[in-house]
């Protein structure tokens, strides 16, 4: 039985149907979940795809958080079902204490839009296990609120606990405190990252490569496993 993976679209979503078709490449049943519907059409998982929910009025995410279907989405990742948030949805993600921190405007307090280098620094979770641990890959970044900051307890306990999933290598493009690209729950079901795979997954678009399709095969692995 195919796994299906639901991408929850918010008005002012960008990448949904990047997303989907990265599920499809990845060998996943995609589904359109839109934000103002509870029900998650019996989907195994979810993604918070990129873009500018809502406009980013207030702040990134937060409105985003109100939406219908993060009511279940919040009650369906605390109960273990694998959750991942790119950009946007990372942010929606931290709005919603699913992840801990914040996202703040960029140090330099301007959009960036360029490939970034990233270093795997966790790879079991739901999201990463067809990484290797110290593996460097390299996918699209664009954001304009994309600074990870948390205060130093929170910051120390992600470290300790290796719940910091990726990290920035050669440059930090939006003054992330210790260079944090993207970080998992406690329990490795919950992953957030400003970068985006789901740019990567075949040749012939985004970087040319496909550094980011490990993260839509790893959560069927996953979900096949369960």
Known sequence: ???????VTFPGTLDDRDALRA??????EPVSL??????????DAVVLPGGFSYGDYLRAGAISRFSPVME????????????????NGFQVLTESHLLPGAMLRNNHLHFVCRDQKL???NAETAWTSDYARGQEIEVPLKNMDG???ADERTLDELEAEGRVAFRYLDMNPNGSLRDIAGITNAEGNVVGLMPHPEHAVEP???????DG?????SVLKKLVSA
């Open 119 to 121: 270093r795997v620094e």
């Open 23 to 28: 599920v499809r490449l990845a060998g996943g």
């Open 72 to 87: 279940t989405v919040i009650a369906q990742a605390r109960a273990g079902m694998p959750v991942l948030g790119i950009c």
């Open 147 to 149: 600074r990870y900051v």
């Open 204 to 210: 012939l678009v985004g970087t040319g490569r496909t």
């Open 34 to 43: 839109w934000h103002r519907d509870k029900g998650l059409q019996q989907v």
């Open 213 to 217: 399709l490990p993260f839509f095969t």
């Open 1 to 7: 039985m195919t796994a299906r993976i639901g991408v």
